[in-house]
DNA sequence: TTCCTGTTGATATCGAGTTGCAATTATAGC
DNA sequence: GCTATAATTGCAACTCGATATCAACAGGAA
């Protein structure tokens, strides 16, 4: 019995189509694990949630499949500090580019937007003659909370 | 026959002695190889030069020299946007915080200081009351070289 | 010089990611 | 709706950066 094809075909999917790529059932699959992610996954928690929908799913394709969204500009790649060994995670890339800001205490994520960062992106296109193609800016310290927490 | 020991003893080596680290000749070696790094060198590379000095530094004290020297803030560990697989490049803390942009072309790495970054690091600690301890702001794009030479 | 503890080296191992290749399948053209 | 074909997939073997274990070793305080 196929599956309910009955949900929308969804931005990445979109995008990708557009790009005249093939449309297969696990990349559908994959992209709408990527596309519906309420925080940053990693390869393998990509792959375990895709196999929940399709036990098909090979280990292989969800990292071809990274790659290739990758490759198109529709997904960023985070290292968040390499404070979970050397996993890398995804995320939908954003109209605006953010700061992610990692605790070493409690290891919680933080994202902020700001509008000094674009301008300093602004400055280094000028002063450097640099394209700006992708960014990252990754800051390890103390959250709040961990801040008070110590204080006591 | 020793090797002569004439040398300064460096700021790296100052300071893991200063914090009651015990100076190995494994250690003094990969240090110096640290510190007079004129590029950015990864895990294999330090190990290559290091082993020219003392043939009989091994691998592992490589990997956990660096760990050390990451954990007191003296170096600062750097992806460089994955250009080249999964290594991780080093480098000596400097005194002020700088951009590190890659040209996704040529793989150029190009260095920038900028008021803008600083400013915005302070933006952060006031706005999200979070102590920073480590930033990493890396780039992807195309330098002036290859944007030039494109449109050839 | 001695002793104790931190450090090292060899080996095995881990885990993320990749490659080669045969089998499969999406899709354009009829 | 078929068919052809080129892109895509799955499997297995592999690469490579990094880590764990543990016995042997050595820095440096007393």
């Known amino acids: 019995m196929p599956?309910?094809?009955?949900?929308?075909?969804g931005r990445l999917q979109a995008?990708?189509?557009?790009?005249?790529?093939?449309?297969?059932?696990q990349r559908r699959t994959i992209l709408s694990v990527v596309e519906t992610?309420?925080?940053?996954?990693?390869?393998s928690q990509i792959l375990r949630r895709a196999r929940k929908l399709d036990p098909q799913v090979d280990r292989v394709t969800?990292?071809?499949?990274l790659k290739l969204l990758k490759r198109h500009g529709?997904?960023?790649?985070?290292?968040?500090?390499?404070?979970?060994?050397?996993?890398?995670?995804?995320?939908?890339?954003?109209?605006?580019?953010?700061?992610?800001?990692?605790?070493?205490?409690?290891?919680?994520?933080?994202?902020?937007?700001?509008?000094?960062f674009d301008r300093l992106k602004g400055q280094i296109q000028r002063d450097c003659q640099f394209h700006i193609v992708v960014t990252r800016l990754e800051?390890?310290?103390?959250?709040?909370?961990?801040r008070s927490a110590s204080k006591q």
């Open 37 to 43: 992610a309420k925080q940053h996954l990693d390869a």
């Open 62 to 65: 969800v990292y071809r499949t």
């Open 139 to 146: 800051i390890g310290g103390y959250c709040a909370q961990c």
């Open 74 to 116: 529709l997904v960023d790649e985070l290292d968040l500090m390499h404070m979970q060994g050397e996993k890398h995670f995804y995320e939908r890339r954003p109209q605006r580019d953010h700061i992610h800001m990692a605790c070493l205490r409690c290891g919680k994520i933080t994202e902020f937007e700001s509008d000094l």
């Open 3 to 9: 599956l309910p094809q009955t949900e929308a075909p």
């Open 15 to 25: 995008e990708l189509m557009s790009r005249g790529l093939r449309m297969t059932h």
